[in-house]
């Protein structure tokens, strides 16, 4: 992958078309329970209606919104910081988490004690939290035990899309088709944390990615879109992968697969953690090749454990891991 570093360690940003606050409508902020709960979603303003005896006012519509600060005018965005940790205090007030002194990852602090690598790494200032010993820190985990996480209660209200205000006559003309989910017509933090815990449902949510906006994925909720980039093979910097990263979430993904290859995907996978407030996913098996310069019979166990424990010591939400993969086709992926 290449790099400019003057470029990124000076003038780093994003396009300012991808931050620009979508037409007809504006970023509005639903309250939660606590003062540091604040949910986002699109108002999308309606035109009146004509009528005999004139205009007939509409209500504005309330969507779910994916794109995070990028979209609000109010927001200053710099991708040299990052966004702002939203759910660090979170994470930190539940105590079942350490700070870790240094990386554990061998590869993840070989990169970080290499100077040749400064004007490439994104300075964070904080070092990654491990479970404490005997502690389980998954979402799933909360819910089994009947614990209803701030996380949960973000995302019933974003769920819900403020549709307590909407008319009855919109909801009955356009009821939509189950096809035998059972969504409720209001979303509690409750039922978020039930269907968790039967394991029908599942928050990706890396207590080393705080700056996320709690997601759900579940047959019984919102359908999610996943969108996938990559580095391109003839020109690709830094900025431009954060740059298809915010373009991503402000279309509408979900979540982000980073697909990409190259020496430095390990910098570049930094960047676009720290500047993304949707859940980050990868191929770890696309790394680890890298690392064996594409000859799969070299791969270890324990060089494929090394690039997870990187990997999610940076912040990576979800992996895709594939198993049972036949050595004759490993050597593909690096091509």
Known sequence: MNANPKFLSATAHVDAAAIKPLPNSRKVYVPGSRPDLRVPMREISQSDTPAEMGAEKNPPIYVYDTSGPYTDPAAKIDIRSGLAPLREKWIAERNDTDR??????????????????????????????????????????????????????????????????????????????????????????????????????????????????????????????????????????????????????????DTVMDLSTGKNIHETREWIIRNSPVPIGTVPIYQALEKVDGRAEELTWEMFRDTLIEQAEQGVDYFTIHAGVRLAYIPMTAK
């Open 100 to 253: 870790l002194p240094d990386l554990t990852s061998e590869y993840g602090r070989r990169r970080a004690a290499d100077a040749k690598l400064a004007e490439l790494r994104f300075n964070l200032k904080r070092q990654p939290r491990r479970a404490k010993p005997g502690m389980n820190v998954s979402q799933m985990h909360y819910a089994r035990k009947g614990i209803i996480t701030p996380e949960m209660e973000y995302i019933a209200i974003r769920e819900n899309q403020r549709r307590d205000g909407l008319s009855e006559l919109i909801t009955r003309q356009h009821a939509g088709q189950s096809f035998g989910a059972a969504i409720p017509k209001v979303m509690t933090p409750e039922f978020v944390r039930d269907e968790v815990a039967r394991g029908r449902a599942i928050i990706p949510a890396n207590i080393n990615h705080p700056e996320t906006e709690p997601m759900i994925i579940g047959r019984n909720f919102l359908v999610k879109i996943n969108a996938n980039i990559g580095n391109s093979a003839l020109s690709s910097s830094i900025a431009e992968e954060v740059e298809k990263m915010t373009w991503s979430t402000r279309w509408g993904g």
